[in-house]
């Protein structure tokens, strides 16, 4: 529907002939001693760049092309034809190249040589042009893609949750507060707050899970999940923590625990097989420049089966294990970075479900197990990254549900909604949440989580 | 994947056989003359409802299948045959029918009796209940699907642009603040606000569009869309406007306003024409109860190509109209309701798209033309709604753009990333956004834009 072609169609053998243009941006411009200059050109729809061989013939050779370098954006019309070079299948002759905007070299940031990922974060509006983001940023989006296509292939539908909430009842510490009251009025008067003058009259806050929201639905549509913004104010400075992060969860009404874990391992493989297939010059670069061997290991995760584990056995093979642990394990602690890193490196060197956790360390929605100590909770966890997904079957039982509830000091009038779930047309069901960022870590090899989302915000960072 | 089969899959003549097993909640049970009795179930999966015959003989059907109600959910197994009845094409002869949750006909606040949108608004957790409402959130999810298969088809990547940014400064006044402040001890200290205290060291807001990060991206990855919540504090109680509501933006490289233009018009056509054929049902039941005659009105609308029209030529259309305007309109105006009502629905009778606005009430990105009194925007007005999308080409000349940042009183520092991709590489580009709820509302013909999202948030109002 472009008048003009894709890179990523124009790098195809398909795309062969006269009269082709493209339009993108100069990675690099080489000159030949034949009097002519090979452009590589990119466009951001694929990994890879066309070479353009533009001719001195060109009228605006000496006075334009032979000044081209990086981050100059052009437009180029001419033959495509096959390409004599290795690694490529094309190339352009090129018969006309109008540059439409200069990047002056001595003040673009983005020259050859390589930037650490600490400084590129200070070019966050930039480092979408480089190999390595442009990458984390397709894979990102293929996994983005698979995930609507996956739930809908298994009749889910997609839910927006409320981004802002009341409810502050889950970890009102952790919570971003929204307001428009005046804060510096706020501080000059000395008096107290008044929240009904506030927006919503009352206090309100960012949401940290949509997932009592999502079990409304499930009990309504059935199967529904959400893929929006989640928030965590923890003054967390570390690799694995973001204060705004994108998470997916999927709610289903009917879903048992075992139901649930075949959910996330179907999709969780689905996301691998689709990242493998259609993003294959990505996966190659992740594979040669930021983790050796991922290729081979996400092939082998996507066809073979998960491991699963009770929680007690994890403890049990974590007690003998022989390796040194920062934090001692026995029944009841809850796992730790370095005993997850443990089982699934070490112990299973794969992806591994863990179930029935203790009903202590896990919230008052999970539902009860017979033996009354656990509750039917799974989390996914894989090498490298630890936690993917964590989820549950989640108590349907209004008794117990309330029981619960008490237990955890819950004031049961702040969940008159979610309970009422219990009362009408109760229902087995259980769901999960899947942090989107982890994902894309785990099959891009990449270390920081600040450097698999565009604009990362963390605590002291809120820029562009 | 299940073992149990939707009631989407059930209604169709493919699955009759024996032991078929369906999971849903009781619509309404009916008892016959003849010792049994016919419920109707519903399971979300689709509008319509599957018929189960509970013959007499059932070990349960006094004690528990005629007490059935409105909400009860229970699992039926039986026989699936072709249905002598009209309006549908199989129903169960139920072998066996299990109850899983029991609703109290006393309290269930869905019993029969219709109940006003506005009191339903109280029961958000449960108004997916009713025939509207999952009607209108498969339809809402149909739009949402689209949306992701129809940019990508088109060559587009999926982007997140943040949630919370420091940038307050397109708006400042109708943005939302967010803080991890204590309010209540701010309130009491009578002492200026310390902003460095705060979670990202300065004054941080929630975004009220993803646009100006959208276009680093797509000056990177040639052609990214944004489909993410975004938010304005107006206290604005109207039947037409949200604190929370979802946008679509896409930002495309190289595009010109007709490239734009063109785009948002297929994009349009495809929702349209995919929730035609997606949710026949749930477009049915709008035509037959919230708007009739919406059918052949989005069917028409699908299929004839767009109306352009100029912002001049516009005002001169509404200046010779005769019509009486609350607000009167000459050449300079911002264009109210009242006129792109008339305009649509009268004038045109269908979607319009007006271009060519001038360049003083249109903001500073906007592509400034060459009689420099206009800027190269676009709004996509529909009957019902108004405004549904507004875009533009964007200002890629640096000189233009500061030019046109100080004009406006915009410190270029605040802006020096935006400034950047003007100075490195700059090309044509151009986008739009476009508010998901208001299509939702053109597409059902539900009146008040509350009933469009799940759990709408409006002044005064968080709850759930």
């Given at each position: 529907m472009s008048t003009w072609t894709s890179v990523a169609e124009a790098r195809k053998e398909s795309a062969i002939g006269p009269d082709v243009e493209i339009r993108g941006w100069v990675r690099t411009r080489r000159d030949s001693k034949g009097g002519f200059s090979f452009i590589e050109v990119n466009d951001g729809s694929c990994f890879g760049s066309l070479q353009i061989v533009a001719p001195g013939?060109?009228?605006?050779?000496?006075?334009e092309i032979k000044r081209l370098g990086a981050g100059c954006s052009i437009v180029a019309i001419g033959r495509l034809a096959a390409s004599p070079a290795k690694g490529q299948a094309t190339e352009m002759q090129a018969d006309e190249i109008r540059v439409l905007g200069w990047a002056d070299g001595e003040t673009y940031?983005?020259?050859?040589k390589r930037h650490s990922f600490e400084k590129l974060r200070e070019w966050a509006h930039l480092r979408p042009r480089t190999n390595t983001f442009g990458a984390v940023m397709r894979v990102r989006d293929s996994i983005s893609r698979s995930t609507h296509d996956f739930f809908h292939d298994e009749g889910f539908f997609y839910l927006n949750t409320p981004i802002i909430t009341a409810s502050d009842c889950e970890g009102a510490g952790e919570m971003f507060r929204v307001t428009t009251l005046d804060l510096d009025r706020l501080a000059a008067s000395g008096k107290p707050v008044?929240?009904?003058?506030d927006f919503f009259d009352r206090p309100a806050y960012l949401t940290v899970s949509g997932q009592l929201n999502a079990e409304t639905y499930a009990t309504a549509l059935g199967r529904v999940y959400t893929f929006g913004p989640t928030f965590r104010a923890e003054n967390s400075n570390t690799s694995r923590h973001l204060a705004e992060f994108w998470m997916v969860e999927p709610e289903a009404a009917f879903f048992d625990l075992s139901d649930n874990m075949a959910l996330a391992e179907r999709y969780l493989k689905r996301l691998l097989r689709d990242c493998l297939d259609r993003c294959d010059e990505d996966m190659q670069f992740f594979n040669q420049r930021i983790q050796p061997g991922i290729l081979d290991r996400l092939t082998a995760v996507a066809e073979a089966p998960f491991r699963h584990m009770t929680y007690t056995d994890a403890i049990e093979v974590l007690e003998k294990a022989d390796a040194k642990f920062e934090y001692p394990v026995s029944w009841g602690v809850d796992l730790q970075a370095e005993h997850e890193r443990y089982l699934t490196e070490q112990y299973v060197d794969g992806p591994v479900i863990l179930t029935d956790y203790p009903s202590t360390i896990k919230p008052f929605y999970m539902r009860l197990s017979d033996d009354e100590k656990t509750v039917a909770a799974m989390d996914v966890l894989v090498p490298g990254v630890g936690e993917i997904i964590g989820g549950s079957q989640r108590e349907e039982r209004l008794d117990v549900l309330t029981r619960r509830m008490d237990q955890a000091g819950l004031n049961q009038d702040d969940y008159w909604w979610y309970i009422d779930l219990r009362r009408y047309g109760t229902v087995p069901h259980a769901g999960f949440g899947l942090g989107l960022e982890r994902v894309v870590q785990y099959v891009s090899g990449m270390a920081n989580i600040r450097d698999v989302i565009p604009f990362p915000r963390t605590p002291g960072n809120a820029e562009f």
């Amino acid at each position: 529907m472009s008048t003009w072609t894709s890179v990523a169609e124009a790098r195809k053998e398909s795309a062969i002939g006269p009269d082709v243009e493209i339009r993108g941006w100069v990675r690099t411009r080489r000159d030949s001693k034949g009097g002519f200059s090979f452009i590589e050109v990119n466009d951001g729809s694929c990994f890879g760049s066309l070479q353009i061989v533009a001719p001195g013939e060109l009228s605006n050779y000496e006075s334009e092309i032979k000044r081209l370098g990086a981050g100059c954006s052009i437009v180029a019309i001419g033959r495509l034809a096959a390409s004599p070079a290795k690694g490529q299948a094309t190339e352009m002759q090129a018969d006309e190249i109008r540059v439409l905007g200069w990047a002056d070299g001595e003040t673009y940031p983005l020259q050859k040589k390589r930037h650490s990922f600490e400084k590129l974060r200070e070019w966050a509006h930039l480092r979408p042009r480089t190999n390595t983001f442009g990458a984390v940023m397709r894979v990102r989006d293929s996994i983005s893609r698979s995930t609507h296509d996956f739930f809908h292939d298994e009749g889910f539908f997609y839910l927006n949750t409320p981004i802002i909430t009341a409810s502050d009842c889950e970890g009102a510490g952790e919570m971003f507060r929204v307001t428009t009251l005046d804060l510096d009025r706020l501080a000059a008067s000395g008096k107290p707050v008044n929240h009904e003058l506030d927006f919503f009259d009352r206090p309100a806050y960012l949401t940290v899970s949509g997932q009592l929201n999502a079990e409304t639905y499930a009990t309504a549509l059935g199967r529904v999940y959400t893929f929006g913004p989640t928030f965590r104010a923890e003054n967390s400075n570390t690799s694995r923590h973001l204060a705004e992060f994108w998470m997916v969860e999927p709610e289903a009404a009917f879903f048992d625990l075992s139901d649930n874990m075949a959910l996330a391992e179907r999709y969780l493989k689905r996301l691998l097989r689709d990242c493998l297939d259609r993003c294959d010059e990505d996966m190659q670069f992740f594979n040669q420049r930021i983790q050796p061997g991922i290729l081979d290991r996400l092939t082998a995760v996507a066809e073979a089966p998960f491991r699963h584990m009770t929680y007690t056995d994890a403890i049990e093979v974590l007690e003998k294990a022989d390796a040194k642990f920062e934090y001692p394990v026995s029944w009841g602690v809850d796992l730790q970075a370095e005993h997850e890193r443990y089982l699934t490196e070490q112990y299973v060197d794969g992806p591994v479900i863990l179930t029935d956790y203790p009903s202590t360390i896990k919230p008052f929605y999970m539902r009860l197990s017979d033996d009354e100590k656990t509750v039917a909770a799974m989390d996914v966890l894989v090498p490298g990254v630890g936690e993917i997904i964590g989820g549950s079957q989640r108590e349907e039982r209004l008794d117990v549900l309330t029981r619960r509830m008490d237990q955890a000091g819950l004031n049961q009038d702040d969940y008159w909604w979610y309970i009422d779930l219990r009362r009408y047309g109760t229902v087995p069901h259980a769901g999960f949440g899947l942090g989107l960022e982890r994902v894309v870590q785990y099959v891009s090899g990449m270390a920081n989580i600040r450097d698999v989302i565009p604009f990362p915000r963390t605590p002291g960072n809120a820029e562009f």
